[in-house]
């Protein structure tokens, strides 16, 4: 049976950029499933972060499964390194360039899961014809670039449109933006089982106060499988 279990994935993008190491560690000690990696060139949307030998350096630390969310454009010339700087997971836009098909097989060809993002602009008909090749579809529910922003609904309608389109297929449905534990339940109860989560997961904690990272995902768990349960 396919795992549709919740699974937190906080992002370190909301992390203290100068101690990856031990938030990487205190978030997983906090009951985190995934650990999200959000990779920005600057060029496909207004902010920087993090290259392949950034990625290399969190690896050690990562105990659960790392997934490695990419905002570049071209993304194929990247996809051998950050698989070799040891993602368990690569996502990648439809928005980044003219041939998703062409990258997920590219990425699966590195021996990695794969999955495709779309932006909220985006319509979920945009990723019917490659849903075969991956293991995940990632719906954004913000505009991708900045942690910390408003939840946009719209993606709560798309979810239901791509967890039908989807079928027993075992492919996952992650969340990207503004979740909490009050925009969690929507997702979820639309078809979504990967949330991530960046300042409501980071927010008011630090690696000298880990519990409260560990009661900001408990927040966002409950509230989901209390949805997941109901749907
Ligand atoms: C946005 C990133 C997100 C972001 C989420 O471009 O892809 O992963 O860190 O942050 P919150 O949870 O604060 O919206
Ligand atoms: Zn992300």
Known sequence: MFDRSIKIAPSILSADFANFGQEIRA???????????????????????????????????????MDVHLMIAPVDPYIEAYAEAGADMITAHVEAGPHIHRTLQAIKAQGVKAGVVLNPGTPAEAVEDVLDLCDMVLIMTVNPGFGGQKFIHSGVEKTRKIRKMIGDRPIHIQIDGGITSETAPLVVAAGADVL????????????DTPEVYGANIRAIREAAEAAQQAA
């Open 27 to 65: 978030i997983e000690a906090q009951g985190a499933d995934w650990v999200h990696v959000d990779v920005m060139d600057g060029h496909f949307v207004p902010n920087l972060t993090f290259g392949p030998p950034a990625v290399k350096a969190f690896r050690p630390h990562v105990k659960t499964f």
């Open 196 to 207: 991530v989560a960046g300042s409501a997961v980071f927010k008011g904690g630090s690696v």
